[in-house]
């Protein structure tokens, strides 16, 4: 059986106004909060639940999604045929987690350089022209590279 997803809106909650005074709101099948407009209702509401999410859940769980892509290519990835691309991205890998060691160990008044030198090292894994492939053969956790790029 396929399942179908349908975005809830003021025109769910009016054609299911009946079945929610006898069950109740659906909710997030994550987090147990009541589902509201902009979240996503299995399209087999009362019956199944399976596909409920809020919008904060829906995101998170595509961020899951990424990561175990993200972990499941970085088991294979092989270091780049280009030896300065490799490494630059090895490079930038080391001084990011120096940066973040370094700045967890500051004095107050070392924080506010290695705030900076970690601003500068994050802002350079952000806009590297560096592969995918690159970043994940030096070693780069998907957690890592989503820090650079928020």
Not at 8 to 35: H, T
Not at 114 to 143: C, M, N, R, Y
């Amino acid at each position: 059986m396929s399942r179908t997803c349908h975005t809830v809106d003021k025109s769910f909650f009016d054609a299911y106004s009946d079945v929610i005074a006898q069950v109740g709101v659906p909710k997030c099948r994550e987090c147990g909060k009541q589902l509201a407009p902009g979240d996503q209702v299995d399209g087999h509401w009362p019956y199944f639940s399976q596909y409920n999410l809020c919008r904060k859940c829906m995101l998170e769980d595509a961020r899951g999604k990424r990561k175990s892509q993200w972990e499941a290519e970085a088991k294979l990835a092989k270091p780049t045929e280009n030896p300065l691309e490799m490494w630059l991205a090895e490079q930038l890998v080391h001084d990011f987690r120096n940066a973040k060691r370094f700045l967890s160990q500051s004095s107050e008044d070392d924080r506010g350089y290695w705030e900076g030198i970690l601003q500068e090292v994050t802002t350079l894994i952000a806009i590297a022209p560096v592969s995918k492939q690159a970043w994940q053969a030096a070693g780069l956790t998907f957690d890592e590279m989503e820090e650079c790029l928020i």
